[in-house]
């Protein structure tokens, strides 16, 4: 018999980083955005639209890091890192990473895209934290433009979720779930999972454009665990490093 598992929080944010580069690509920031995602002190940290590689930028940029760019962001702060590999183009690749302070046991990325051009992904890891006798896992999700793109893949999530997470074992999913209708949740609740803003203030977040948020962009889901003082990153100086303002919440084991 094993004995009680011990309360363990951490902390998660989740932010859209455009692949390093401003609104309408006019500047790469690479550097400082590694530098506000190091200020927010979260143990796990959800990307979307994070470089592999780019052949031409790295020619053009004169402070390109050497290393991928969810390796450069992680630095020595973050470990552990997974990327998940969701476009590739002749010039490079882009997709999800997920940062973590704890080990990453094992990952694997999904691809969830449906047709035409858009190429998406889930990236599934599976962590160990102290004290718990249950992994934790945690999806990196972003979602397509279009609804009924959406809803196909909300559905491969649950599906998912389903097939590879134990029903007990805590979850967090985060990421740009592109679901400016608000209609995510209808088919969320089905498996269970609640998003920590419409949990703890009764309605989501708004994060794009992250100079004047006025739609819903961004989530943070859970399952199996509680969420606290869930918060939408300030204005400065994320309004010049995204056009998604970044989301953190505390997340109670």
């Known amino acids: 018999m094993h004995p009680p598992d011990l309360p363990f929080s951490f902390k998660v944010m989740t932010v859209n980083i455009h692949k390093g580069f401003t609104?309408?690509?006019?500047?790469?920031?690479l550097?400082?955005?590694?530098?506000?995602?190091?200020?927010?002190g979260a143990d796990v940290v959800f990307l979307q639209e994070v470089l592999g590689?780019?052949?031409?930028?790295?020619?053009?940029?004169?402070?390109?890091p050497d290393a991928p760019h969810y390796e450069f962001l992680a630095d020595e702060l973050w470990p552990q890192f997974?990327?998940?590999?969701?476009?590739?183009?002749?010039?490079?690749?882009h997709g999800n990473a997920v940062l973590s302070k704890f080990p990453i046991v094992h990952f694997e990325n999904h691809d969830v895209s449906i047709s035409g051009p858009e190429r998406r992904g889930l990236l599934h890891c599976v962590m160990q934290v102290p004290g718990r006798t249950h992994d934790v896992h945690a999806i990196c999700v972003h979602l397509g433009l279009r609804e009924s793109h959406r809803r196909q893949q909300l559905q491969q999530?649950?599906?998912m979720v389903a097939r590879e997470v134990p029903p007990d074992a805590p979850l967090v999913v985060a990421g740009d779930f592109n679901d400016w209708r608000r209609q995510a949740h209808r088919?969320?609740?089905?498996?269970?999972?609640?998003?920590?803003?419409?949990?703890?203030?009764g309605k989501l977040a708004r994060t794009f454009p992250a100079r004047l948020p006025l739609l819903a962009l961004?989530?943070?889901?859970?399952r199996n665990a509680a969420a606290h003082v869930p918060v939408v990153m300030p204005n400065k100086p994320w309004s010049h490093l995204s056009d998604h303002a970044p989301l953190a919440a505390v997340i109670q084991l």
């Open 23 to 29: 609104f309408f690509n006019r500047k790469f920031i």
């Open 31 to 40: 550097h400082e955005l590694r530098d506000a995602v190091r200020a927010v």
């Open 53 to 64: 590689s780019h052949a031409q930028h790295a020619t053009r940029q004169k402070d390109w």
């Open 82 to 93: 997974a990327y998940g590999r969701n476009a590739v183009y002749p010039q490079g690749e």
């Open 157 to 159: 999530l649950c599906e």
């Open 187 to 201: 088919v969320l609740d089905t498996c269970s999972l609640h998003e920590v803003f419409l949990l703890s203030n």
């Open 218 to 222: 961004d989530r943070i889901y859970v």
